[in-house]
């Protein structure tokens, strides 16, 4: 391979905005396997973001990594228990007004430093990221409005440079998280 193909081997194209992107999130459909849909920007990604989670309610868990940033809706099968239940009690103690501005908020930003890390030790394969079981130990979760929830998410994309290897939009449910 000589030199200019090594640069024409990676396009780096937005299959929405076809603007070059110094790299893109890989966009699935389906809650599980799916196959690829598209390979967006992150301000396609975030823009599509922000419209999709309109009518829904949704926690956001702080990205721990590239690798994925799924949405898992409640009341699908291997969903259940401890994760639902207090994924639900969050979301019931939204604040009465977004942090950044004054519209209602559905979704809240809990940054993984508001994660419960004795109960994360404990957990067993399968067992998801250990929510805290009172709202008074979250301290840093904000409650967020459609708009702003996405620009959480831009910010932190942005700031870490990251780009998912695997992103799902939310399909299914009114209510659900990001983890
Ligand atoms: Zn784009
Ligand atoms: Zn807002």
Redesign the pocket.
């Known amino acids: 391979m000589n030199f200019l193909d090594m640069f024409r081997s990676k396009p780096r194209q937005?299959t929405?905005?076809r603007?070059i992107?110094p790299g893109l999130h890989c966009v699935y459909s389906g809650l599980r396997r799916g196959s690829i849909t598209d390979q967006?920007?992150t301000?396609?990604l975030i823009s599509r973001l922000g419209a999709e989670i309109r009518g829904k309610g949704i926690l956001f868990i702080e990205p721990l990594t590239t690798d994925g940033y799924c949405y898992f809706p409640f009341g699908e099968v291997g969903n259940q228990g401890l994760s639902q239940d207090r994924v639900r009690l969050a979301l019931s103690s939204l604040a009465p007004t977004c942090a950044d501005c004054s519209s209602e908020p559905h979704h809240l930003w809990m940054p993984l430093r508001d994660l419960d890390e004795s109960a994360m030790q404990k957990q067993t394969r399968g067992d998801y990221y250990s929510i805290p079981s009172e709202p008074a130990c979250w301290r840093d979760t904000v409650s967020l409005c459609d708009g702003h929830a996405a620009a959480r998410l831009r910010d932190y994309i942005e700031r870490k440079r990251y780009f998912f290897l695997t992103f799902r939009f939310p399909e299914g449910g009114d209510s659900g998280y990001y983890s």
Do not use: E, P, T
């Open positions: 937005c929405s905005c603007d992107s967006l920007c301000n396609c």
